[in-house]
């Protein structure tokens, strides 16, 4: 229940609006016990980032992501599993795009990251 509580609370628009200016600022504290945070604390500062980083995917216009999925917590589950699995993948592509050239060096293919 709690951690039902805590991801309500970090996808609003207010802790999310103070989450960022935050960031921003630096000198800016959500907490009045900034050097000892308890594991809610902690808990609830997890959820901010993620839910602060969907919200960055939503602007960006990303595949797969809509403001029913960040309400939704399963269906934000599963595309945060679909993030992982894509960034995972195209770091396997990354390292197969090594060649070595004619003369036995390496050398980069760049493509155009076109799926």
Do not use: P
Not at 6 to 20: C, D, F, I, M, P
Not at 39 to 47: A, C, D, G, H, N
Not at 76 to 90: P, T, V
């Amino acid at each position: 229940m709690t951690e039902v509580i805590l991801r309500k609370l970090a996808r609003s628009y207010q802790w999310q609006s103070l989450y960022v200016r935050c960031k921003e600022i630096g000198s800016l504290n959500l907490f009045h016990n900034s050097d000892d945070l308890s594991e809610i604390q902690r808990r609830f500062l997890m959820w901010l980032e993620i839910y602060n980083s969907l919200y960055m995917d939503l602007r960006m216009e990303e595949d797969y992501i809509s403001e029913e999925v960040i309400e939704d917590d399963i269906r934000c589950e599963a595309y945060l599993l679909y993030k992982s699995r894509e960034k995972k993948s195209d770091k396997k592509k990354g390292k197969n795009k090594r060649q070595v050239n004619h003369e036995g060096s390496h050398s980069v293919i760049f493509t155009s990251g076109d799926k």
